[in-house]
């Protein structure tokens, strides 16, 4: 029988850092869009994503996602016109928060 006296190295490690979220398809900068499909980069680097919401004018919608190129994505319906308030908020497996927003308008 083999008996180990060492546990080897061991580390504990903290996440403090919130996911990433940034538009893919369209820039910040954009107010007035065409697009049905809008996609937006959402990761983590530490402890993976535990949930992503998308909100239009303050009603949950859903986002999809992609998990193998971290992305998320919302497939516009073409009665969405006008200008609406879109919200993102992504969390950590460590309870870290991020928030995207913006105010839109869409033709």
Not at 34 to 52: G, M, T
Not at 86 to 98: F, P, Q, R, S, T
């Amino acid at each position: 029988m083999l008996k180990q006296k060492n546990l080897g190295q061991y580390s504990i490690k903290i996440d403090s850092i919130a996911p990433i979220i940034s538009p893919l398809n369209f820039t910040k900068s954009d107010t007035l869009l065409k697009k049905e499909i809008l996609q937006w980069k959402i990761k983590d680097e530490k402890s993976n994503l535990s949930d992503y919401d998308l909100f239009i004018d303050s009603n949950w919608v859903l986002l999809q996602y992609e998990s193998k190129g971290s992305f998320g994505f919302y497939v516009r319906p073409k009665s969405l016109i006008g200008k609406h308030y879109l919200k993102i908020v992504a969390k950590d497996n460590c309870k870290n928060e991020a928030i995207w927003e913006k105010e839109i308008t869409f033709e």
